[in-house]
């Protein structure tokens, strides 16, 4: 199946011809959906903190930061703008020259208000020797979406949104980048004040990236009395996958190359895994707000962080114990209720377990990753959702999942989907190392089962694309796992261009 050329590409990008047969199994036998037990809720799976507990958790994490631990905020930031204009794009492919439909008319109405407006006026001056003003009194709105998004202007297109001007202040203005940089300041920092922020980036942007870095740490590094450490990674090559035809064989372009993609977010376990760190929050690079927002976010942060603290400290405690067999019966029935009621980890077959079988066994499910995952009462934002699901070992745990790994044909699944009270803002923090540092290896831990396949074309012709497991969802299948609900408030996204014009963002 596969030439000599095929062998060398797959070489060169670090893929093995039995991972190829591997995704290509996959695309003749689909991804099964999901068993589901319950849809998250208050009281099962999501825990609400009340003011004397939010003070407790506050305590401990503050008191975490006052030590010398290694905290890492992971900032997913590869992808690229475009989505974010694509009602934009589309004004230019129009055959009507003006804004006509609703989103149009509210760009064009409140242009001023963008952080980016003086910018894209200087754009407009050096492009067509005029201001912003001027050409929408001679009807030349084209002209200025073309300045805002075309490489000529301020190429915003084809920018990601780490790099696009968000948000105004009397002094600056701020890209999100910078808002995760503030951020990170204010929630990460350690006893030395250190404070590690990594973005993802594609390897395009990554110069501009490091630019911009240079040329603000200074500002901020002086502003919040720290010393920052940001670093970036790019996806791997070898966590592409390789996209079929239609009927499952491996597609090929017109020159007859093989035709590789993006894995998705998913892909980013494993620059997850190359962190050092025994701390990492998670969050997305366009969940931010200005600075007279971000106390409840910060807050929150801690809370979860102190949740994490307190729950990785009863499992380091648990598993020392179980490792050194100093338990009774009592301690493994106390580690049990711990694991079923705090962890909301369940196994009925756990209940016929002798006590050398139950040591065991506990000590398997303790000896994982942890993460705390912030969940925001429903809205209805798209996104996915905190559910109980069944494990391959018969087991219930938390999961977050997509609508794509719901069956919708289930009426009682599909119940559990839309009357969900909570769904995930990407609001993580994470615990990598066992109890004695030892730092887990995070691709271990991923459900290789809960992969995604869509339906795309190249060069006119049909093909089927592989999304790996998603990052915060089969990626971190096998973790210990937690939601806390947080307020509506710590999430923030911008998702089109007209977001910006939010009263979070202004």
């Excluded at 910060?298 to 405690?317: F, N, P, T």
């Excluded at 962890?343 to 756990?350: G, K, Q, R």
């Amino acid at each position: 199946m596969y030439s000599q050329e095929d062998l060398q590409t797959f070489a060169s990008r670090g893929i093995s011809e039995e991972k190829i047969n591997e995704q290509l199994r996959c695309f003749a036998t689909g991804f099964p959906f999901l068993k589901l037990s319950a849809s998250a809720s208050i009281g099962n799976g999501i825990l609400a903190v009340d003011d004397k507990e939010a003070e407790k958790y506050l305590a401990v994490w503050n008191e975490y930061q006052s030590q010398d631990h290694r905290i890492v905020k992971f900032v997913p930031a590869s992808g690229a703008a475009s989505r974010m204009f694509k009602n934009l794009f589309e004004f230019l492919d129009a055959e009507y020259d003006e804004p006509t439909n609703a989103f149009e008319k509210k760009f064009f109405e409140n242009i001023t208000q963008f952080a980016f407006y003086d910018a894209l006026n200087d754009a407009c001056v050096v492009l067509y020797g005029n201001t912003i003003d001027d050409l929408m009194d001679e009807g030349n709105y084209k002209e200025i979406v073309a300045a805002l998004l075309g490489e000529d202007g301020l190429n915003y297109g084809a920018l990601p949104k780490g790099l696009l001007q968000f948000h105004t202040y009397e002094d600056q203005i701020r890209t999100a980048m910078e808002e995760h940089l503030a951020e990170g300041a204010l929630y990460a920092s350690n006893a030395a004040r250190d404070v590690n922020v990594h973005f993802t980036v594609s390897h395009d942007h990554l110069p501009l990236f490091k630019d911009l870095v240079e040329q603000v740490r200074p500002e901020y590094e002086s502003q919040y009395n720290v010393r920052y450490h940001i670093s970036f990674s790019e996806q791997k090559p070898s966590t592409d996958t390789i996209a079929a035809d239609m009927e499952n064989n491996p597609f090929r372009d017109s020159d007859g190359s093989l035709l590789f993609r993006p894995g998705g977010h998913g892909a980013l376990i494993e620059n997850l895994n190359d962190i050092d760190a025994d701390v990492i929050f998670v969050k997305n690079i366009d969940n931010v707000v200005p600075d007279r927002l971000k106390e409840e976010t910060v807050r929150y942060k801690k809370i979860i962080g102190g949740v994490l603290i307190s729950l990785k400290k009863q499992i380091d405690a648990y598993m020392a114990q179980l490792k050194g067999g100093n338990y009774t019966s009592a301690d493994l029935q106390e580690m049990l209720a711990f694991l079923q009621q705090s962890l909301y980890n369940c196994n009925e077959s756990a209940a016929t377990l002798d006590d050398t079988q139950l040591a065991a066994y506990l000590l398997k499910k303790f000896d994982r990753p942890v993460r705390v995952c912030g969940m925001v009462k429903n809205v209805g934002e798209p996104g996915g959702g905190p559910f109980l699901a069944y494990n391959n070992d018969g087991s219930v745990s938390l999961q977050i999942l997509e609508s794509s790994q719901i069956d919708m044909n289930n009426a009682e699944y599909k119940s559990f989907f839309e009357n969900g009270t909570h769904f995930n803002p990407v609001d993580l923090v994470c615990a990598v190392c066992d109890g004695e540092g030892k730092k887990y290896n995070l691709p271990t831990f991923v459900d290789k089962n809960t992969g995604f396949i869509s339906y795309k074309s190249k060069s006119g012709k049909e093909l089927k694309a592989l999304e790996l497991p998603g990052l915060w969802n089969g990626a971190m299948s096998d973790w210990n796992t937690l939601f806390v609900e947080v307020p509506i408030g710590t999430f923030n996204p911008v998702k089109t261009v007209n977001d910006l014009l939010r009263e979070q963002h202004q």
